[in-house]
């Protein structure tokens, strides 16, 4: 089994930036892909961002726009999401995934 833990969310104001983190443990050498879903008021769950853990090869969500950045530590122990330029429709819970586990997710809220 994965074990993810989110970590990072909070509030911050339209134009900020936040960095989400995801501690991963357990049976890692078997991941294929780790990144984050978020569920937002009026979309649902969607896709945000994902990199592929042998190669490091990154996927972002249309969008997103540059805006965000994934990425894993050295010690391929946690994985990232930088996020900048955050908007009003970026508020939701960001959930970490690896494969088929998920984290209990992180919220983030954009608010003046």
């Known amino acids: 089994q994965v074990q993810l833990v989110e970590s990072g969310g909070g509030l911050v104001q339209p134009g900020g930036s936040l960095r989400l983190s995801c501690a991963i443990s357990?049976?890692?050498?078997?991941?294929?892909?780790v990144g984050w879903y978020r569920q937002t008021p009026g979309k649902g769950r969607e896709f945000v961002a994902n990199?592929?853990?042998?190669?490091?090869?990154?996927s972002y969500a249309d969008s997103i726009s540059e805006r965000f950045t994934i990425s894993i530590d050295d010690f391929l122990t946690t994985v990232y999401l930088q996020m900048n330029s955050l908007k009003y429709e970026d508020t939701g819970v960001y959930y970490c995934?690896?494969?088929?586990?998920w984290g209990q997710g992180t919220q983030v809220t954009v608010s003046s």
């Open positions: 995934y690896a494969d088929n586990y």
């Open positions: 357990g049976r890692i050498a078997e991941i294929f892909a």
């Open positions: 990199i592929r853990w042998n190669s490091g090869s990154t």
